[in-house]
């Protein structure tokens, strides 16, 4: 059964320069600061990956759009769900990185839809994902 969209945006800012960001983000080989991946697999010329969390979930993520210190886009899907994610890079007027992160996923089946609107489950995995970013710059 599929379930209409979620989407999720978080908006939030670091002191580090933008290509510093950029490359934290966008360099799949280098996870080891993601809290919740325990592997990454990179395949297709590093246009296709494979994320695999510390619960045993597997993601597959298809780059489609990637401007440098601009914009990074991906099609995800796993068991659970599929959608697009979207990373906007912007230079502060400090000399620091805004960056804003966009997903919109549709979850399958009745029972996971209920539970990802019960627990935000979206909202939290961008926040976790940006606090282990701020941590990997030396910025928490």
Same mark, same amino acid.
């Given at each position: 059964?599929?379930? !209409?969209m979620?989407?999720s945006v978080? +908006? &939030?800012?670091?002191?580090? =320069?933008?290509?510093? &960001?950029?490359?934290a983000?966008?360099d799949?080989?280098?996870? !080891?600061?993601?809290?919740?991946?325990? /592997?990454? =697999?990179?395949?297709?010329? /590093?246009? +296709?990956?494979?994320?695999? +969390?510390?619960k /045993? &979930?597997?993601? =597959?993520?298809?780059? #489609?759009?990637?401007?440098?210190?601009?914009?990074?886009?991906?099609d995800?899907?796993?068991?659970?769900?599929?959608?697009?994610?979207? /990373?906007?890079?912007?230079?502060?007027?400090q000399?620091?990185?805004?960056?804003?992160?966009? =997903?919109? &996923? !549709?979850?399958?089946?009745?029972? $996971?839809?209920? @539970?990802?609107?019960l +627990?935000? @489950?979206?909202?939290? $995995? !961008?926040? #976790?994902?940006?606090?282990?970013?701020?941590?990997?710059l030396?910025?928490?």
């Amino acid at each position: 059964m599929e379930t !209409q969209m979620k989407k999720s945006v978080l +908006t &939030v800012e670091f002191n580090a =320069e933008i290509q510093r &960001v950029w490359n934290a983000v966008t360099d799949n080989r280098n996870y !080891q600061w993601r809290s919740d991946l325990a /592997g990454v =697999e990179i395949l297709d010329n /590093g246009r +296709t990956f494979v994320e695999k +969390t510390k619960k /045993g &979930v597997k993601t =597959e993520f298809y780059i #489609t759009n990637k401007i440098s210190c601009k914009i990074y886009e991906f099609d995800l899907r796993n068991r659970n769900m599929k959608g697009h994610f979207t /990373g906007k890079f912007e230079k502060t007027e400090q000399g620091g990185t805004r960056l804003t992160l966009t =997903e919109e &996923v !549709q979850i399958r089946g009745f029972f $996971m839809n209920l @539970a990802a609107s019960l +627990t935000g @489950a979206l909202k939290f $995995m !961008q926040k #976790t994902y940006a606090a282990d970013l701020k941590r990997y710059l030396g910025e928490a």
